[in-house]
């Protein structure tokens, strides 16, 4: 079982994001060629984890959600896929400081996924979460793009009200 594409498993974190009570997300995704690496940063000011959470958060069998009976396998499976791309994926954490989670694959590997579609997977979390800040910098070959939600007091990235 995998995702599709590496836009999904960013989406699969910013949503653990929010419901840890996020109210600032930072997406980073370097592309390097010269180093034929690729890397991708997801950090959030939410609630964190305690050290016990942090040990368990790549079980796929553990979860915190309680809305349904369900097993956590956004990170293990990333983790995996990292991994099987040449990587590693690594994840820090502190209650009340906020989570980070960092991955990095070999550019070329011929297992890692596409992008995809990283544009409406963040218009769905923006839309979705019209209180939580994001900053996103995307970055191939030392040229930067950057995107704030900071300057739409809307809060839903300039995305309008009739679309998804």
Known sequence: MTMPDLAMHILDIMENSTRAEAKHIS??????????????????????????????ALDPFYTTKRERRTVGLGLPLLKETAEQAGGFLAVSSAPRKGTEVRVRMTLD??????????????????????????????TVDGETETFTTRDDPQGNGGVPDNTV
């Open 109 to 138: 590997h011929i297992d890692r996924p596409p992008l995809g579609d990283i544009n409406q997977a963040l218009r769905i979390a923006i839309r979705t979460n019209p209180g939580v800040l994001f900053d996103v910098t995307y």
């Open 27 to 56: 997406l980073e995704i370097v592309e390097d060629h010269a180093r034929n690496s690729m890397s991708i940063t997801v950090s959030d000011d939410g609630k964190g984890m305690t050290a016990a959470e942090l040990n368990r």
